[in-house]
């Protein structure tokens, strides 16, 4: 089989940047070339080939496809939830004629495979909140969720229509300590983390019982390679896949990092991302991707807890 040549989009991103390196171990450095609109992140220099690249330019990114004999794309470049919401348009915009982009050129040049994350967001005030179903009323409220809808069925319509192999999951809330988040309302539960170790302290923008979908960086990763690789007759789901791990609100992660540092406190203040997370489910039923290609998460909150609080205070 030939060599895969793999372009990651968005590469400098909360998850770009741990995706790119867990590519490169897989199949070489030199295979796995990372491009963002930003600057390469730190964590990235000097461990293969970085492009700039607005994906947005279709041109030059058909260019590089060609020039860097790519056969497969993850694109990542996204506007997320409360950055979504203060300007929708730009939102709607990239979030969608990104993927149009790709898919298109994945349908000209026969690339192999593309990914493209989809979103808790999907679901929305109408849906159930507890283990949410893959297929349920699906009634978005915030431009992210609807791009994100939208996008499903672009992957699916240009796989039955076109067979471009495009495989996608609705990752919920992630949590990381590598490189920071950009911009969504799960992005407290990476803050907490930061804020327990730097000032013992954190005011919460969601209310203490806020409850939502998350899940360790970890697992993120290991079930995009999985899914990634999972024999195209195993995936049933051609939209998105559910995709959980475990469910948690801002007292229960405070609670778990009082167990390491005693004199953490937290307070509460929502803003305009309440009524974001207000509208999402609180867990996910992921039991299609269980099925269908094996999917099992590792990381719970105290595990989780742990990890994130050692890695930090190391860096
Ligand atoms: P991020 O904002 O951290 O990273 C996105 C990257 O895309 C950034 O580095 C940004 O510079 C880059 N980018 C933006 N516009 C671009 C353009 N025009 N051309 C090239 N690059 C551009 O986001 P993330 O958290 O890493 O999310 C990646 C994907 O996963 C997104 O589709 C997001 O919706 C999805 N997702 C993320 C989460 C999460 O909790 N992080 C949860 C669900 C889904
Ligand atoms: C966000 O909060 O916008 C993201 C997501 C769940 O898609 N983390």
Request: hydrophobic share 40%; net charge negative.
């Amino acid at each position: 089989m030939a060599k895969e040549k793999i372009l990651v989009i968005g590469a400098s991103g909360q998850i770009g940047v741990e995706l790119t390196l867990a590519l490169r171990k897989i199949y070489g450095d030199a295979q796995v070339v990372a491009s963002d609109l930003r600057e390469e992140n730190s964590l990235l220099k000097g461990t293969g080939p970085y492009v700039s690249l607005d994906v947005m330019n279709k041109e030059m990114l058909h260019v590089q496809v060609i020039r860097q004999n790519v056969t497969q794309i993850y694109l990542l470049a996204a506007i997320l939830s409360a950055t979504g919401e203060k300007n929708p348009g730009l939102a709607w915009h990239l979030n969608t004629q990104s993927l149009l982009n790709v898919l298109d050129i994945a349908r000209e040049e026969n690339l192999h495979k593309v990914y493209w994350p989809s979103s808790i967001a999907v679901f929305g005030p109408t849906s159930p909140k507890q283990l949410c179903p893959q297929q349920t009323i699906i009634e978005p409220t915030t431009v992210y969720g609807i791009s994100k809808y939208a996008g499903e069925f672009w992957c699916k319509y240009y796989n039955q229509r076109f067979g471009v192999d495009v495989r996608s999951l609705r990752y919920p809330g992630l949590i990381s300590y590598k490189s920071a988040p950009g911009g969504g309302t799960t992005d407290y539960a990476v803050e907490i983390f930061h804020e327990a170790l730097e000032e013992k302290k954190y005011t919460s923008f969601l209310d203490e019982n806020t409850y939502l979908p998350m899940m360790y960086m970890p697992d993120a990763i290991k079930a995009t390679i999985e899914l990634m690789e999972a024999d195209a007759a195993k995936i049933s789901v051609r939209t998105s896949y559910n995709l959980g791990a475990i469910s948690f609100s801002p007292k229960e992660i405070a609670a778990e990092i009082k167990k390491h540092i005693p004199d953490f406190t937290i307070d509460y203040k929502p803003d305009y991302r309440q009524q974001i997370a207000d509208s999402w489910p609180q867990s996910i039923d992921d039991s299609v991707a269980r099925k269908d290609w094996g999917w099992q998460h590792e990381y719970d909150l105290s595990r989780m807890t742990e990890d994130m609080l050692n890695n930090l205070q190391f860096q």
